[in-house]
């Protein structure tokens, strides 16, 4: 079993839509929790960073983790064509011992 | 990517070759860090430095080497032992500060 799974989509939804993305983890160590956009041949860019319990809030974005069920999500409110891209979940252990990466959920928003 | 530059973009090398894929930054970050990164495996740690003339292996080191000899530069030579290098790969750094890191634009290497 995978320590972090990401649905790898794709995932296609109609411009202006909520945008839902998810990631579940098996360890409880896991201690914080980020989501990168990456566009197609770049590199990630960090969009949200939280290590709570609970909703974060960002412009159009939310991250939400909910450490009792080891699952995050990360969503996306009025969608634009701009917000099509790959998102990956990131998590870290206590102590910084590593960032373990999802293999990412591929989102096209469709005009 | 800002304040963090990979070159070339593209690199193509032919079997039995080395290459050697630049990672430089100004941002100050002490930790520096290389992935690879394939379709559907996510990335993948092979190297990281925490601090100047250190630095440990990931997790899948075999194949590669890595340098730090300046804080702004963190060097990866894909050696010929690599058996499949075609990947795209990725530095980051991380200031000692905070526990985000931050990537460079990549650099896509093709084994011909």
């Known amino acids: ?111 | 990517d800002g304040g963090i530059t990979q070159s070339p973009k593209y690199l193509f090398r032919k079997e039995g070759q080395n290459v050697t894929l630049s990672c430089e930054q100004n941002l100050n970050h002490d930790a520096m860090y290389w992935y690879r990164q394939d379709p559907g495996q996510g990335l993948r740690l092979i190297y990281y430095s925490q601090i100047v003339n250190d630095f440990q292996k990931g997790d899948i080191a075999e194949g590669y080497s890595v340098s730090r000899e300046k804080k702004e530069s963190f060097p990866l030579t894909v050696t010929s032992a690599q058996k499949n290098p075609t990947a795209f790969y990725l530095c980051a750094t991380r200031a000692t500060s905070t526990d985000t890191q931050y990537f460079g634009p990549g650099t896509r290497l093709t084994v011909l």
């Open chain 1, 1 to 111: 079993q995978k320590e972090v799974e990401q649905d790898p989509g794709p995932l296609s939804v109609p411009e202006g839509a909520i945008v839902s993305l998810n990631c579940t983890y098996s360890n409880s160590a896991f201690q914080y929790f980020m989501w990168y956009r990456q566009y197609s041949r770049k590199g990630p860019e960090l969009l949200m960073y939280t290590y709570s319990s609970g909703n974060k809030e960002d412009g159009r974005f939310t991250a939400q983790v909910d450490k009792s069920s080891k699952y995050i999500s990360l969503f996306i409110r009025d969608s634009q064509p701009s917000d099509s891209a790959t998102y990956l979940c990131a998590l870290i252990s206590g102590g910084y011992q590593k960032v373990t990466f999802g293999t990412g959920t591929k989102l096209q928003v469709i005009p």
